[in-house]
Structure formats: structure tokens, C-alpha cells
């Protein structure tokens, strides 16, 4: 993972590309949520896949890739709590802040009143 400035951005892809890398233009603190998305949705993928070949397989080989669809299912459910539990702890972080920030302006209007009123 790397920060970089560029100028032209071609060359920056087709570096990437050769060395089996993967560029994501976007806020740094953003790339791990960017990459835990597109994580998600190639899971999502190899299970639909699973799924295609599921029904077109022979019935010794239904079970195991039952077995495969349920973990690979289990996996996309746990990512996909996760991702719910960060979205819950920023919003409640969040709300959190809203109300010290509203507190502080609260104080300084009051502040500002008195000062007035002296």
C-alpha cells in the first residue's frame, strides 16, 4: 500500500498491472474499506459459481461442494456483520461528537450573552 502523487496516471496502471497489483484512487483511509468491498464481491461471485456447478454436478460430488457454498457463504455473512458493526460504531462515534460539539456551542453562546448583558 502506498500514497503516491502522480501527474499522469497511465503509467502508474500499467506498472501495477504488470507487477499483479491493484490500483485504487481514493483516500488512504478508504483503500482497506475499497478492498474488503471488492473482496466481498468476488466472494460473491465464486459462490454463485459454486452454486452453477452445484446443480450440475453428480451426486458424490453435490456434498462436498455443498460444503464449500456453506463456508464460502458463512465467510461473506461474517465479512458482511462486520462492515454492519463498523458502520454502527461510526454512527454512534459520530452522533457522539455531534453532541460535544453541540455542547461547546451551547457554552459559547451562553458565554457570549453574558458578555453581552455585562
Not at 4 to 9: A, F, H, K, Q, R
Not at 30 to 44: L, Q, R
Not at 61 to 82: A, C, G, P, V
Not at 88 to 117: M, N, P
Amino acid at each position: 500500500m502506498a500514497e503516491i502523487d502522480e501527474e499522469w496516471t497511465p503509467w502508474i496502471d500499467l506498472r501495477m498491472t504488470e507487477l499483479g497489483g491493484v490500483v485504487y484512487r481514493c483516500p488512504l483511509p478508504d483503500v482497506k474499506d475499497v478492498a474488503e468491498s471488492a473482496d466481498i464481491s468476488a466472494m460473491k461471485a465464486d459462490l454463485a459459481e459454486m452454486k452453477a456447478k452445484h446443480a450440475r454436478a453428480r451426486a458424490g460430488h453435490k456434498t462436498k461442494l455443498l460444503e464449500k457454498i456453506n463456508q464460502l457463504d458463512t465467510k461473506i455473512q461474517q465479512h458482511l456483520q462486520k462492515e454492519k458493526e463498523k458502520r454502527e460504531a461510526t454512527e454512534i462515534k459520530d452522533k457522539a461528537s455531534v453532541g460535544v460539539l453541540e455542547a461547546k456551542v451551547a457554552r459559547s453562546r451562553e458565554q457570549l450573552s453574558t458578555q453581552e448583558t455585562k
